[in-house]
């Protein structure tokens, strides 16, 4: 099957702190046909993106789809608390681009 | 409600952080708004700046937004409210403030007017006391109770403030106010909720708001929004030229930096936007209704901020470019590690590596196990009691890469490359120890209001 990668079907894709011991990442579509053209196709799930970031699924806190913003968002606990000596990004904006790549399958 | 509508402006998501935007400020100033409304502080800056009580945000930045401010509002005659003053919102900070407005009244010669302040800080008397009597210190985000031990390892806690103070404050008759730490909705809410405005709206408006134009489209930062609320709605508008408050970009927001986009917890409760409905009003205006709020059932939760000390630190900075030696680096950084080992013991200090090519950014988190970089730079961490110890460990970690002993290593002459033949100080290291909750009766006990008549203008 045909695929897309998700930073061609996406708006934002970003990551940032949720308080100090979380990350947040949003995936935010433009229209609507995209959002659920990928919300649909279940490649983003939970065990996913655990796969993709080499975690157990427990590491995911939240996992929502929110309709309102077409937005994907799920969020994981870090390791360490944001800026704890060794931690290399203290806002936890730089964790989202394994995400620019995902295939997304499409009707040919 | 004594007004049908309350309107609120805020020039920026974290004063003092980067400079507001001058002309999108006054756009917003000319329409009058009711209150002048900013945050100072987050928590993404690192445990450091409370930990060591000092701000990431220079002065100068923090004197120009306040003045923009104060100038806007003194001459208009609106309360101005200030939240987590100086990036930490402790006592240092807000005293900070405190003289800083002085100084502005001094000199622009403003009028008399009168300035309330409080402090959010916690003593660890305070939290001890409570251990002792076997007091639950929850933990949020799937931390555990506070324990003892983390609580002694901690330097300085916060409690963040909800409305009650900038309540309080108001009452007292404050013109200007200058918050310790406190939650960025709880400034915009607190005027709202006192003047009888529904309080999810009222909440809910102060989560649209406090990141100022974050909110608007396209992206642009520290330009003003504009707020207004009534008893049915809640209307955002961009007043920057170049950005519009969209369905999108509201609802969007409604995401930023949370876990969860339904549902917002603060002192006292929690809003609920399950039913959040968004309509575009107007091109640069977005309508919101049906956020609820949900009182807490018993006690009232206030959360806590702590940080504690882990040492002194220096960085130490190596390059490398050995095709062998990157692609076995581990056992280059091993072998560091070993001799670091050797000179200091297994424990007394932290050494990090950060290996920038391979996976310095996200570490753990990195897909991408092999590195295709043709070259690499290494950043290691040395952090001890004193500094004297954290700088050996870092010139041992850092200048042993140099020494690392590999069969296959053609070169013999260093196996790394130094820009310079130092490490560097660094501010100490801290850590995020409390990220909890504490239950009061009154959520008061842990914030004390005062005020003050700011004459300085008039004795000029």
Not at chain 2, 47 to 53: E, I, R
Not at chain 2, 189 to 207: C, N, R, T, V
Not at chain 2, 266 to 290: F, P, S
């Amino acid at each position: 099957m045909k695929t897309v990668k998700l930073t061609d079907l996406a708006k934002t894709i970003r990551s940032k702190n949720a308080g100090t011991d979380k990350i947040t990442f949003d995936i935010i579509f433009r229209e609507k046909a995209n959002y659920e053209l990928v919300k649909n196709s279940g490649v983003i799930s939970k065990e996913n993106i655990a796969k993709l970031y080499g975690i157990t699924e427990d590491r995911i806190s939240d996992f929502v789809e929110f309709d309102p913003a077409y937005a994907i968002k799920y969020t994981i606990y870090r390791k360490e608390p944001s800026g704890s000596p060794g931690d290399a990004d203290t806002f936890g904006s730089q964790q989202y681009p394994p995400l620019l790549g995902i295939d997304v399958p499409v009707k040919d | 409600m004594s007004n049908k509508s309350m309107r609120f402006i805020c020039p920026n998501g974290h004063l003092g952080f980067a400079p507001s935007k001058r002309e999108s400020f006054d756009l917003g100033a000319k329409t009058r708004p009711d209150f002048y409304c900013c945050d100072s502080g987050s928590s993404d800056i690192g445990p450091g700046p409370l930990g060591g009580d000092y701000s990431v945000s220079p002065y100068e930045w923090q004197k120009h937004d306040l003045e923009m401010m104060l100038v806007a509002a003194r001459k208009q005659g609106a309360p101005m409210i200030i939240g987590s003053a100086g990036d930490t919102g402790t006592r240092s900070r807000v005293d900070l403030y405190v003289q800083i407005i002085k100084d502005l009244a001094r000199k622009h010669k403003m009028a008399p007017f009168k300035l309330a302040y409080f402090y959010s800080d916690v003593p660890k008397e305070y939290l001890k006391n409570k251990l002792d009597q076997g007091e639950a210190i929850e933990g949020l985000d799937g931390r555990k109770e506070l324990t003892l031990e983390e609580l002694e390892q901690t330097n300085r806690i916060v409690a963040v403030a909800g409305i009650h103070p900038y309540i309080k404050a108001l009452e007292m008759g404050a013109d200007v106010i200058i918050g310790g730490r406190s939650s960025d909705i709880a400034i915009f809410a607190a005027p709202a909720i006192k003047d009888g405005f529904p309080e999810g709206l009222s909440y809910y408006m102060g989560k649209t708001l406090e990141c100022a134009s974050f909110c608007a489209e396209p992206y642009g930062a520290k330009e003003s929004v504009i707020g207004e609320i009534t008893a049915e709605d809640v209307k955002v508008t961009a007043m920057s030229p170049y950005q519009r408050c969209t369905v999108a970009s509201v609802a969007g927001h409604a995401m930023y930096e949370r876990s969860n986009p339904y549902f917002e917890y603060m002192a006292g409760g929690m809003i609920d936007m399950t039913n959040c409905h968004y309509e575009q009003y107007d091109e640069k205006t977005c309508r919101v209704t049906g956020p609820v709020f949900v009182p807490i059932e018993g006690k009232i939760k206030v959360k806590l901020e702590g940080s504690g000390k882990v040492g002194e630190r220096f960085v130490g900075i190596a390059g490398i470019r050995d095709p062998y030696t990157i692609k076995h680096i581990d056992k280059v950084l091993d072998w560091a590690r070993e001799q670091v080992k050797e000179r200091f013991g297994e424990e007394g200090y932290e050494l990090y590596y950060n290996v920038y090519g391979k996976n310095g950014v996200m570490g753990e988190l990195e897909p991408i196990k092999e590195s295709k970089s043709h070259e690499l730079c290494i950043v290691c961490q040395g952090i001890a009691e004193t500094k004297e110890m954290a700088e050996e460990i870092t010139m041992t970690g850092t200048r042993q890469i140099f020494y690392a002993r590999l069969p296959e290593v053609k070169g013999t002459a260093g196996t790394a490359a130094f820009g310079f033949e130092e490490v560097l100080p660094a501010t100490a290291g801290y850590k995020w120890t409390i990220n909890h909750t504490v239950s009061v009766d009154d959520p008061m006990e842990l914030f004390d209001v005062r005020l003050i008549e700011v004459k300085e203008g008039k004795t000029q």
